[in-house]
């Protein structure tokens, strides 16, 4: 049973960079054909996709965030990172780390979840 657990400040001030870890436990972030993916959830709207990190350590992101995100992983912790620059009260949100298989049929098919994290952008 593989679970994730995320972790990180609850409150980011704004111009600030929001950061916040995945731990992953029962799988490692490093086997083949999985795809590691933080997403995020704002009050009152969808599930926004954010980016992932590959097997291979290969990153994607949400062209709409307009290169503010950078995802890492620390392999020996089995943790992968999110890191949200220049953040301002619209990126308050619930986030998601999740993991996920490719399928040519469906994209990205999500079988793991954390529980998310609540993030508030406020001074």
């Known amino acids: 049973q593989v679970q994730l657990q995320e972790s990180g400040p609850g409150l980011v001030k704004p111009s600030q960079t929001l950061s916040l870890t995945c731990t992953v436990s029962?799988?490692?972030?490093?086997?083949?054909?999985?795809?590691w993916v933080w997403s995020r959830q704002p009050p009152g709207k969808g599930l926004e996709w954010i980016g992932y990190i590959g097997s291979s350590g290969s990153t994607y992101y949400n062209p709409s965030l307009k290169g503010r995100t950078s995802i890492s992983r620390d392999t020996s912790k089995n943790q992968f990172t999110l890191q949200l620059s220049s953040v301002t009260p619209e990126d308050t949100a619930v986030y998601y780390c999740?993991?996920?298989?490719?399928?040519?049929?469906?994209?990205?098919?999500?079988?793991?979840w954390g529980q998310g994290t609540q993030v508030t952008v406020s001074s």
């Open positions: 029962g799988g490692s972030i490093a086997t083949d054909f999985y795809y």
């Open positions: 999740a993991r996920a298989l490719w399928t040519t049929t469906k994209g990205l098919e999500y079988d793991y």
